[in-house]
């Protein structure tokens, strides 16, 4: 299977970016699709995960009321949608397919190749 993230770029703070995952050849049991992010010298966090059933979390408390995740279903896609963007959003941003959702990076083996999002000041 492959996950192929876009929409990545430069902008300055308080603005929006509008970030897509695409899955593609991966089996019906992997349907819990994840967001997260590493910004440079740091762990990579979660930020979301939407489970094949449509349930929703977003464990990212910075995330909360700037960010929205929605399902694109023309075009197969996974859209995470920030708004309000800051500097400290700087970071690459990946998407994550599993059977569950996980906060916890180890716990996936499936990964795009991420997209760079950098927030100026």
């Known amino acids: 299977g492959q996950l192929v993230e876009s929409g990545g770029g430069l902008v300055q703070a308080g603005g929006s970016l509008r970030l897509s995952c695409v899955a593609s050849?991966?089996?019906?049991?992997?349907?819990?699709i994840h967001w997260f992010r590493q910004a440079p010298g740091k762990e990579r966090e979660a930020i979301s995960c939407t489970s094949g059933r449509g349930d929703r979390v977003i464990w990212l408390s910075a995330a909360k009321g700037r960010f929205t995740i929605s399902s694109d279903n023309t075009k197969n896609a996974q859209v995470l949608q920030m708004d309000s963007l800051k500097p400290e959003d700087t970071a690459m941003y990946y998407c994550a397919l599993n059977r569950h959702c996980s906060p916890i990076s180890f716990d996936h083996r499936h990964w795009g190749q991420g997209t760079q999002v950098t927030v100026s000041s």
């Open positions: 050849g991966f089996s019906d049991d992997y349907s819990a």
